[in-house]
């Protein structure tokens, strides 16, 4: 196995995930996940092939280590610690542990590796019949909605400790992780009419995928900060839908705002400042407008709107009739 080269290490595991293997039993099928060469060095590109995996109850899903260092398969998190659903125990060059999978694993398993944490996995699986499982409840439950922020806030402490050892790709999927839970668990607030912790929840999910942009653009993985960036702006944008749900028009319209920025940072790039009009539902403070540098602001003549121009054109501008702050 060790003469296998990544590329093909990664074209196999693909084409396994793309055409499962058929058991005995009705419908089960087989999904190989690779360990490639170099997984034990967390600045490579691959760590499991594929890392993220849908499946069904009775599907058995096969991890293969290709790698020279020895791992291992454990569902849980590096921050909470294995959960006791799975554990290969340890994994060498060209061994293979295997795990079907059951009723009670329906949902979302996350798994790593103990020995090298920055290594993760997460397996989605759906009901026999083939069906998605709700991310929410029917009717709103506070205990889920609590479970899911235990979830998150294990993640953010994962992905901090990712961020201040330098691991920035370990980081930003961790954050991702953390905003999936923040939002699962504003749904949860949504459904029991608590729209106030909607909101934040929403707007803790929105800084995830903040943080996850920041650390992608520190990777040089710009497609991916640009996503994330997308995403902190759709997240505002709930946040703000459940601040009007809360009759809470003030801080509405700052996450509107938000919104607004972040999709301009994931169409502009990252130094994207607002124009001045939107800063003002934003900061509501006329003092604390900001232009990009080399910019001032002044005021329409007509609309009395505030808006950045080049310092040359100011004194023109106020000769028309334009002011300024």
């Not at 060469?37 to 499991?48: D, E, I, K, W």
């Not at 106030?196 to 991916?224: I, M, P």
């Not at 902190?232 to 839908?241: L, N, R, S």
Request: charged share 20%; with cysteine; glycine share 8%.
């Amino acid at each position: 196995m060790k003469n296998w080269s990544l590329d093909k290490i990664i074209l196999f595991s693909i084409l396994v995930c793309l055409i499962p293997i058929a058991m005995n039993e009705a419908h089960a099928k087989t999904f190989d996940v690779v360990i490639p060469q170099g997984s034990s060095n967390p600045t490579n590109l691959y760590h499991f092939v594929q890392s993220e995996i849908t499946v069904s109850v009775n599907d058995k899903i096969r991890w293969i280590n290709f790698d020279d260092n020895t791992h291992t398969v454990t569902s849980g998190s590096f921050k909470g610690g294995p959960n006791g659903v799975f554990n290969s125990g340890l994994l060498e060059n060209s061994e293979i542990f295997s795990y079907i999978v059951g009723p009670s694993d329906i949902g979302t398993l996350s798994y790593y590796c103990t020995i090298h944490p920055w290594m993760n996995g997460i397996v989605t699986v759906l009901d026999p019949e083939g069906m998605p499982v709700a991310m929410v409840t029917e009717s709103g439950s506070l205990e889920t909605a609590l479970g899911y922020l235990q979830e998150a806030q294990g993640f953010v402490e994962s992905a901090n400790e990712f961020g201040d050892t330098g691991y920035d790709d370990q980081a930003a999927v961790t954050y991702i992780q953390a905003a999936i839970n923040y939002h699962r668990a504003a749904l949860e607030y949504t459904l029991l009419e608590d729209h106030e912790n909607a909101a934040k929840y929403h707007h803790e999910g929105a800084n995830q995928y903040h943080k996850a942009a920041l650390h992608f653009e520190k990777s040089q993985d710009f497609t991916q900060s640009i996503i994330q960036h997308h995403q902190a702006g759709v997240h505002h944008h709930f946040a703000g839908v459940s601040h009007e749900m809360a009759d809470n028009q003030k801080d509405a319209r700052k996450h509107f705002a938000e919104a607004m920025l972040h999709k301009g940072k994931a169409k502009f790039g990252s130094e994207y400042i607002l124009p001045p009009r939107h800063q003002l539902q934003w900061i509501g403070d006329p003092s604390e407008l900001v232009c990009k540098e080399g910019l001032d602001i002044i005021l329409k003549s007509t609309t009395k709107q505030p808006v950045c121009v080049k310092p040359e054109t100011v004194t023109k501008l106020i000769e028309r009739g334009w002011g300024q702050y």
